[in-house]
């Protein structure tokens, strides 16, 4: 069968390249052809054929969507145009709510003249309507075939607004339960070839978008001031050009290592984390965080009134109570980050019970294999389409 697969950012390439692997297991002859970056291009391999990487569709924020509101008309027309040429079996989409619900739409609304009919269309991470912009779940009864969901409080949600919805799992689970153990062979290795010293590292995860580095590395920068007996590492992304980082880095002793965030997390003794699914990778690794989030005044402004949330975290979200500290827009001042740092260190205040958290929160998870069974249930759906 042929499958069309849009993700728009770094989480949806890293959940796009697990749910590939789970449909070739499922589906060997499959075609896949697909929006996203270079893990779903090497689990894809010979299958696989990418349209455009995410790199030059990802937007974030408020004011920075509308700024860019002709580009991605010109990308939406594309797609569109994309999939109706191609006439995939079915078309996946991974959460970027705001351009795959129009491909949703799209597909139910086009005059489709093949045989079979119509693309089904499964939508696997389902936006965060429990967060802002109730009215998309209208939309996703109208024009989404089967909704695959990766947290457990959705289900109830959902069902509530007449979904049923499938859960299999957190496909994060299966990042984690993937990646090796950390041995002291292993830290040594890391440190060398990174050129890192022996003190102990604090990770800065600063985001995978140019805004977020703009907004938040700068008072990640300054907290590390504040530790010299601590070595600072932010976590860079090749698809960001060097002099991004640079600008904010100089004069200061924080080391860059680019494209292995994992792997400086799970080296580190805690984290300065920018909100989004890092704060979840974070907690799941077992590496204390603090989440820290600044944007633009605009984009903070009209959120506040858009979203409807006690917090920002999915490690908060998850666990329905504080395990992390945010720091969000005025709050995340390089005194209040430090302070809130020092809690959660080995010795901290903080420290033991947010371990024990992490505990309970890998439980709440479930197990690992979410992607497998995700793309086991979507093959067997459409095997029984096609043989009705």
């Known amino acids: 069968m ?14 796009g390249s697990n749910l590939i692997r789970g449909l070739l297991e499922a589906d060997p002859q499959a075609e896949i052809r697909f929006w996203g970056g270079d893990k779903m291009i090497a689990a894809a391999g010979t299958h696989g054929t990418l349209v455009r990487h995410y790199k030059e569709a990802s937007i974030m924020g408020f004011w920075e969507v509308l700024k860019n509101l002709r580009r991605i008309g010109r990308q939406m027309r594309f797609c569109r145009e994309d999939i109706a040429m191609w006439g995939p079996d079915v078309l996946i989409l991974i959460d970027y709510p705001g351009f795959n619900l129009r491909m949703a739409r799209f597909v139910h609304t086009h005059r489709w003249t093949r045989p079979q009919g119509r693309p089904q269309v499964f939508y696997y991470i389902a936006p965060k309507v429990w967060a802002w912009k109730e009215k998309r779940v209208a939309k996703l009864r109208e024009y989404v075939d089967k909704l695959f969901i990766i947290f457990p409080f959705e289900i109830a949600y959902f069902r509530r607004h007449g979904i049923e919805a499938f859960y299999a799992g957190n496909p994060l689970m299966d990042s984690v339960s993937q990646r090796p153990t950390v041995t002291p062979e292993a830290a040594e290795a890391f440190r060398r070839e990174n050129n890192l010293d022996q003190r102990p590292i604090i990770a800065l995860v600063a985001g995978s978008r140019s805004s977020e580095i703009q907004y938040n590395l700068p008072h990640m920068v ?26 904010y880095l ?4 924080v080391r860059f290592v680019c494209d292995k965030t994992y792997e400086t997390i799970a080296q580190s003794a805690a984290a300065l984390v920018t909100s989004g699914t890092a704060t979840l990778e974070t907690a799941l690794l077992r590496v204390p965080e603090v989440v820290c989030f600044r944007s633009s005044a605009i984009s903070i402004w009209i959120a506040k009134r858009l979203v409807k949330l006690r917090f920002i975290s999915l490690v908060n979200l998850v666990m329905d109570r504080e395990v992390v500290r945010e720091l969000i827009q005025e709050d995340f001042t390089p005194e209040i980050a430090a302070h809130e740092l020092r809690a959660i260190l080995p010795g901290g205040t903080k420290h033991a019970r947010m371990m024990q958290d992490f505990e ?29």
């Open 360 to 388: 309970a929160l890998r439980v709440a998870m479930g197990e690992p294999g979410a992607s497998q069974r995700v793309a086991a249930e979507m093959v067997r759906l459409l095997n029984e389409k096609h043989s009705a």
């Open 222 to 247: 300054a907290v590390s001031r504040l530790f010299p007996d601590y070595q600072f590492v932010v976590t860079g992304v090749s698809w960001l050009d060097r002099s991004l980082y640079d600008k």
């Open 2 to 15: 042929k499958y069309y697969i849009i993700a728009g950012e770094a989480s949806g390439d890293l959940h």
């Open 250 to 253: 100089a004069g200061s002793d």
